[in-house]
């Protein structure tokens, strides 16, 4: 397994590009020990990695998010053991470090000498890091499926139907007190793929009553107005920065700047041009 990792790096030009390629395979090796294990049957995949795997986003993710759907048979550390025993066993050199406390449990694998042999790094004890994170106790109501994705290795898991995870999307943007880019790339790639996708209203005012949520909640009626104004406050060159080492294509961002997410978030240029004017005198709330 090892072997193939370093040919596949061997084949892309840039650092960048070795980065991501190297951590989505190895991202597939861990969902199919994840399924091999069985544990699709207690959890969701979600978040920007679900995205790609499901819907092609066109970025590279970081992390792998999970949410507890039944709490039978989960065991955290466990499954950390079983993962780190297969990587070893794959021939990487692993060592990991976890957090079971918390209702956001995590776990680093931590692959030494990787980033090295890819000719990644000139530095032989750098190390890269895959993080896996499961919500043990998420908001209610969200919809589920399985999907069957062969990105690597052929592997079945449960999921949340798109609606719901644009819901995740929508709640990160309007609770996180710092500008994470990719957040402000995936809404104008989900509205661009998906016109009149609207978010699960239940599962939205319930993750935001789990994070606090003090002003006026989002309606099925109001809720782009939420979102507009948090675009527009963001500070783009932060989102550029943030996102552009992690996308297929950088050029995407020419495509993805702040007017065009904001038109996308109105639904049509009419509208933009008619409304952005009162607008720019209207407050709705919402973390930048």
Same mark, same amino acid.
């Given at each position: 397994?090892?072997?193939?990792?370093?040919? #596949?790096?061997?084949?892309?030009?840039?650092?960048?590009?070795? /980065?991501?390629?190297?951590? @989505?395979? &190895?991202?597939?090796?861990?969902?199919?020990?994840?399924?091999?294990?069985?544990?699709?049957?207690?959890?969701?995949? #979600?978040g920007g990695t679900a995205l790609r795997f499901l819907y092609? /986003?066109?970025?590279?993710? @970081?992390? &792998?998010?999970?949410s507890i759907v039944k709490k039978d048979g989960y065991k955290f550390v466990e499954l950390v053991k079983k993962l780190r025993n297969e990587l070893i066993l794959a021939g990487y050199d692993i060592s990991v470090s976890y957090n079971e406390k918390k209702t956001v449990q995590h776990a680093f694998f931590k692959f030494g000498g990787l980033m090295y042999e890819t000719g990644i790094s000139p530095l032989k004890d750098q190390k890269f890091s895959i993080k896996i994170e499961i919500d043990t106790n998420p908001p209610e109501g969200a919809i589920l499926k399985t999907d069957v994705v062969n990105k690597y290795f052929p592997i079945s898991?449960?999921?949340?139907?798109?609606s719901s995870l644009f819901t995740g999307k929508l709640?990160?943007?309007?609770?996180?007190?710092?500008?994470?880019?990719r957040d402000f790339f995936d809404i104008g790639w989900y509205l661009s793929k998906w016109r009149d996708l609207t978010p699960n209203m239940t599962l939205l005012q319930n993750g935001l009553k789990q994070t606090g949520w003090?002003?006026?909640?989002?309606?099925?009626?109001?809720?782009?107005?939420?979102?507009y104004e948090v675009v527009k406050g963001a500070n783009w060159k932060k989102v550029e920065q943030d996102v552009k080492n992690f996308l297929e294509n950088p050029s995407d961002m020419n495509v993805f700047n702040k007017e065009n997410v904001l038109k996308l978030i109105l639904k049509n240029e009419t509208l933009y041009s008619q409304t952005n004017a009162s607008r720019n005198n209207t407050q709705i709330g919402g973390n930048t």
């Open positions: 397994m090892k072997d193939y990792v370093l040919e #596949l790096v061997s084949q892309q030009t840039g650092l960048n590009a070795k /980065l991501n390629i190297m951590r @989505e395979y &190895l991202q597939a090796y861990v969902l199919k020990v994840m399924h091999n294990e069985g544990v699709f049957r207690t959890t969701a995949f #979600l092609n /986003l066109p970025r590279f993710s @970081e992390d &792998l998010d999970f898991f449960l999921s949340y139907d798109i709640n990160a943007l309007l609770c996180r007190g710092y500008t994470k880019g003090k002003k006026e909640m989002p309606t099925e009626n109001n809720w782009r107005d939420f979102l």
